[in-house]
């Protein structure tokens, strides 16, 4: 018998090198997934309890943003890794009267409802967070953390006593003022120019208040100089809860450097947004801002033959479909999102900068469309040689660094 070859046959190589590449493959998968799951993902900017309310959606359920206009969910929270932020309650600016300070406030206790039956009908997905290590907790248990906040502090009324209320309903952050001027501070974007040339007395009582409870004080949509007197004036750091960098694109609500600096050195954060118009020009027909406020403002009218679940939301979603095929909307790309962060990274370090991305209020952009779509942007920062470390700041860390600040300052 001649002496076997010893020589290792070519399928046998093919199989050891096939093993090798499975080894690696696995590996890979698993550091991505560990990467998914090892940071605290937070948006401190979740207007989702305005659809919840006006349309009973079941935030269980899996929407979607080209059918549904819905940008938040569970499913796509889990597929997105978004452990959960900030559930706005949002009131729209009325009239500075007792009348419009009523109704505004029967909305905002109304909001804070919602948001509380969202979790009471959901206990195994979502829990309520009042304080920052709660976070951490709720997460290790496979929920979904809910902090509440207050976008534009006009249902407080003149009444700052109020603010206690909403504290004890577990809101740990405050908004003083949105899209227009009211009794607390100017707002960036009011047509009619600055009324108190930054804060108002009161604004500067509700800020001293706000502190004294150890809630975060959120600056987004006020005139720059409220800003810059409520860095001067807050005894903790200052939160810019969904901004941009005018720098990149010089509009009302975007921050300039000067100021966006003055924040980083007084520990304070901004967190970036996704709305198109504040990204970059857009040439978006004038004509179609007008119509959509209309349609949302007849989605929100609190009518009442909204009987049937979802009724409300299928009419809402039929008008907007036929004003998108008449004036197309514009969207900026998820580069530019990157682009704003990439910038404020650069100018304020990475423990200044953070997401609120303003999902179902306005945000989102092409490629970047809804929660599931929140990877993208980690896998950017990757790309760009961001540090694990640092992206866990950028993605949760500081938000609750500042809660926690806010929380031992009130204690002392
Ligand atoms: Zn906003």
């Known amino acids: 018998m001649p002496v076997k070859n010893r020589q290792p046959e070519p399928r046998y190589i093919f199989i050891f090198v096939f093993l090798i590449i499975m080894f690696v493959l696995v590996q890979a998968s698993q550091a991505a997934e560990k990467h998914k799951d090892e940071h605290m993902f937070l948006d401190s900017h979740l207007d989702t309890p305005l659809l919840v309310d006006f349309s009973a959606l079941d935030i269980t359920k899996r929407y979607s943003w080209q059918n549904d206009y819905v940008q938040v969910d569970l499913p796509r929270m889990k597929e ?31 909001r804070n409802a ?97 502190n004294a409870l150890g809630m975060v004080v959120d600056l987004s949509h006020a005139h720059d100089d409220a800003l810059e007197q409520a860095m001067a004036l807050s005894k903790t750091p200052i939160i810019l809860s969904h901004s941009g960098a005018s720098q990149l694109y010089t509009h009302p609500r975007n921050v300039p450097d000067r100021l966006l600096k003055q924040l980083a050195e007084t520990g304070g954060v901004i967190q970036i947004n996704s709305l198109s118009g504040y990204l970059r020009k857009l040439n978006v027909d004038r004509r179609r ?24 939301h299928i009419a809402y979603t039929a008008k907007r479909r036929a ?84 929380e031992k300052a009130a204690r002392d």
Do not use: C
């Not at 500075?96 to 300070?101: A, E, F, N, R, V």
């Not at 109704?103 to 109304?110: I, S, T």
């Not at 959901?122 to 951490?136: E, H, K, T, Y």
């Not at 920062?381 to 992206?391: K, M, P, Q, T, V």
């Open 114 to 210: 919602v948001i509380d039956k969202m979790v009471r009908d959901a206990p195994d997905d979502f829990a309520l967070a009042v304080q920052g290590q709660d976070a951490r907790a709720i997460i290790a248990q496979g929920k979904r953390v809910v902090y509440k906040s207050i976008e534009n502090a006009y249902p407080l009324g003149e009444d700052l006593s109020l603010l206690d209320e909403f504290y004890a309903a577990g809101v740990r952050m405050v908004g003083l003022v949105h899209t227009r001027n009211n009794q607390f501070s100017d707002s960036s974007t009011d047509s009619g120019g600055q009324k108190w040339g930054g804060l108002s007395p009161l604004g500067k009582e509700l800020i001293a208040r706000a």
């Open 80 to 110: 997105g890794g978004l452990d959960g932020g900030f559930w706005v309650i949002y009131t729209p600016q009325g009239p500075l009267t007792q009348d419009g300070y009523a109704r505004a406030l029967k909305e905002a206790r109304q």
């Open 323 to 406: 004003l998108d095929a008449k004036y197309p909307p514009q969207y900026a790309d998820i580069s530019d999102v990157l682009d704003h962060f990439f910038y404020t990274l650069e100018l304020m370090g990475p423990e200044h900068v953070g997401f609120g991305m303003d999902w179902d209020g306005g945000g989102g952009v092409a490629n970047l469309q809804d929660v599931s779509d929140l990877p993208k942007v980690l896998a950017a920062f990757r790309n760009r040689g961001l540090s694990e470390a640092d992206i866990a700041k950028i993605s949760g860390e500081n938000l609750i660094r500042l809660l926690a600040v806010a």
């Open 289 to 312: 801002l007008p119509e959509l406020i209309k349609i949302y403002s007849e989605y929100r009218a609190p009518d009442s033959a909204n009987g049937e679940v979802g009724a409300k």
